[in-house]
């Protein structure tokens, strides 16, 4: 196993844990590492995580999962339909550059995701609205349509051929199950899994939401839920990891005072205009020492 990650993160992702990960990986239960494990990830998002750990650990099966069914499709066509995907990647970007009026060929690009079915053009748009879309934001409005506006910058690299080649074969190497459902309905019964959870995060601030990845919103009811399925893991004889928001409230302190709560800080955005940047406190649940 390589001790450096080769393979990163091919999409931006609002909440991203690539400058935690060593964070993370401090607060990872120490016996399960030393040995073969499941992983269960219920809420992909980018994979940051993901990508870190199969690459870093000896990891048997895989098994992630987002409510977002285009983000997992994504994920599924660069494993299993990449020579396509690039291709059609490669002449996004043809036509980006060619155009004379990018945010009209952007917003053109926009309506025909909205609008096509499930395909590797679909999977290819959306990685294509990812790269040039404001921030690399993915929102959707109640009727499921993506409504990121054209994120006006200078040079974007749409077609990373060969972090999308090296991607699909990692995926190819290791056995790997994707889903699209409700977290709650993803619960292994195998001996040795730890479940990584990184949920849309509970608000800081008014102007700091940001939890409609999908036409269904994240709120304290769906928090309330997901503290049920943390308990079911525990049932379960299995360990988890969530990542989360400081409330100074004590929300979560409340929420999980038979786990384990550890602090972190970290820079990010927490302003409205997202120019500036903060220490902001996250925690760290989990239900192991």
Same mark, same amino acid.
């Given at each position: 196993?390589? @001790? ?5 993160? !091919? ?5 991203? @844990?690539? @400058? ?11 016996? %399960? ?16 995580? !993901? ?9 048997? @099966? ?22 396509? %995907? ?47 879309? !404001? ?27 060969? %972090? ?87 929300? !979560? ?37």
């Amino acid at each position: 196993m390589p @001790k450096n990650a080769q393979v990163k993160p !091919f999409l931006k992702w609002v909440g991203g @844990k690539t @400058k935690l990960l060593s964070e993370i990986e401090k607060n990872l239960p120490k016996n %399960l590492i030393k040995k073969r494990f499941n992983y269960v990830e219920p809420f992909l998002g980018g994979g940051a995580v !993901f990508f870190h750990f199969i690459q870093k650990f000896d990891i048997e @099966k895989a098994y992630l999962n987002d409510l977002n069914n285009k983000l997992i499709d994504v994920y599924s066509d660069v494993r299993d339909k990449n020579t396509e %995907l690039i291709q059609k990647l490669k002449k996004l970007e043809s036509d980006y550059y060619g155009s004379s009026d990018k945010k009209k060929f952007f917003l053109d690009k926009r309506n025909e995701f909205n609008t096509i079915k499930k395909s590797t053009q679909k999977s290819a748009l959306f990685v294509f609205l990812n790269k040039t879309g !404001f921030n690399g934001m993915y929102r959707e409005n109640s009727k499921g349509e993506y409504n990121i506006p054209f994120g006006q910058m200078k040079a974007p690299v749409i077609c990373n051929k060969d %972090l999308l080649e090296k991607t699909s074969k990692l995926l190819n190497d290791k056995d790997i199950t994707f889903f699209s459902k409700s977290f709650d309905k993803l619960i292994l019964t195998e001996k040795d899994t730890f479940y990584y959870l990184d949920p849309p995060y509970r608000p800081i601030s008014k102007t700091s939401s940001f939890t409609d990845y999908t036409k269904s919103s994240f709120n304290d009811k769906t928090q309330f839920l997901l503290k049920e399925y943390c308990e079911k893991i525990d049932e379960k004889g299995s360990l988890f990891m969530q990542s989360n928001s400081y409330s100074e409230d004590g929300f !979560f302190q409340k929420l999980y005072h038979n786990r384990k709560i550890n602090n972190l800080k970290v820079m990010r955005t927490i302003s409205a205009d997202g120019n500036k940047r903060n220490k902001a406190k996250e925690i760290i649940i989990k239900n192991y020492e």
